[in-house]
């Protein structure tokens, strides 16, 4: 399997652990996720996943689909129910990406998950980034990271007030306005 025929490309990729994930992916060669990653594999780099070329069973072009989802075989997947549960820099990873059909479906999966969402937000910032930080007994128990609502609530107004794809910024504003409603 060349890896590197993949780069820029949307995908589906079968994990050897049977899970499967959709999206845009940038290559890595062997000596770039060594340096950056510390593993010595070529990998797919699925914002914010990496999978090397061992944890892949099988990979496929997506570049040829067009359905009710464009290039993907449904709204969101795997990967947007994964960040969420990862909580807050997994969602920002997504959002920062400029891949607005991967922040479509970030945003429609937390739109259609509301709940969930609502009930995994916590108030307030990371404390990491007020300087503070967490110990490894506190970080083991938190296997599923928080959603930091201060975090999301800038992430969301970020994409509302810089992202040029208008419907981006509509569902950016609807999700911010519904969190207002339900947290005020």
């Known amino acids: 399997m060349n890896l590197s025929t993949f ?5 589906r990729i079968v994990t050897t652990w049977g899970e499967v994930f ?8 062997k000596e770039y996720a060594f340096h950056e990653y510390g593993h010595d594999q070529e990998a797919l780099h699925l914002t914010p996943i990496i999978f090397y070329k061992d944890d892949i069973l099988s990979v496929i072009s997506l570049e040829d689909v067009n359905g009710p989802f464009g290039h993907y075989s449904e709204k969101y997947g795997l990967l947007e129910k994964k960040c969420l549960e990862w909580g807050t820099d997994m969602i920002e990873e997504v959002f920062d990406s400029e891949d607005d059909s991967q922040i479509l479906r970030m945003l429609a999966y937390m739109n259609d998950h509301f709940q969930i969402l609502a009930e995994r937000a916590v108030p307030g910032i ?20 928080p959603v930091y609502l201060g975090e999301l609530e800038n992430m969301l107004s970020t994409l509302v007030k810089y992202n040029e794809n208008e419907e981006v910024v509509s569902e950016a504003k ?11």
């Open 7 to 11: 780069d820029g490309k949307c995908v």
């Open 22 to 29: 959709e999206g845009v992916v940038s290559y890595d060669d």
């Open 126 to 145: 990371a404390p990491w980034r007020s300087g503070k930080s967490i110990s490894k007994s506190e970080d083991a128990e938190n296997e599923l990271g």
């Open 174 to 184: 609807g999700l911010l306005e519904r969190l207002s409603a339900y947290f005020s």
